[in-house]
């Protein structure tokens, strides 16, 4: 089974969540601005990314540019910044078992169908 961290206003997580179930695939939809992955579960996603949190950022949204544009942080201080400000992780993300992709662009997601 897929699970997609999706933000249905986003048109890029719609547009992957539909090849997701154009596919056939069985899928766990989470909201994650209205539950937000806590710090273990975003360094689980990170892993299977393989990405450092700092590439997982959202850099145009205004709670980035006012409290973390310019600033050096470890990675753990990155992914609690997330953790707290859901908004700032890219989406949308999905997983299968030990992968994950960005669905940006939405066709990243042929790798796990």
Do not use: F
Request: glycine content about 4%; proline content about 6%; hydrophobic content about 35%.
């Amino acid at each position: 089974m897929l699970k997609i961290y999706h933000n249905n206003r986003c048109s890029k997580s719609r547009q992957t969540l539909e090849l997701i179930k154009d596919s056939g695939q069985e899928v766990e939809i989470v909201e994650y601005l209205k539950t937000p992955p806590n710090a273990a579960g975003l360094q689980d996603v990170l892993q299977k990314l393989n990405m450092k949190p700092e590439q997982l950022l959202r850099k145009n949204e205004a709670i980035y540019k006012e409290a973390y544009k310019g600033k050096t942080m470890t990675d753990q201080e990155w992914i609690q910044a997330m953790v707290e400000n859901p908004v700032l992780i890219e989406r949308p993300i999905v997983v299968k078992e030990d992968k994950a992709v960005l669905g940006r662009p939405p066709e990243n997601v042929q790798e796990l169908l």
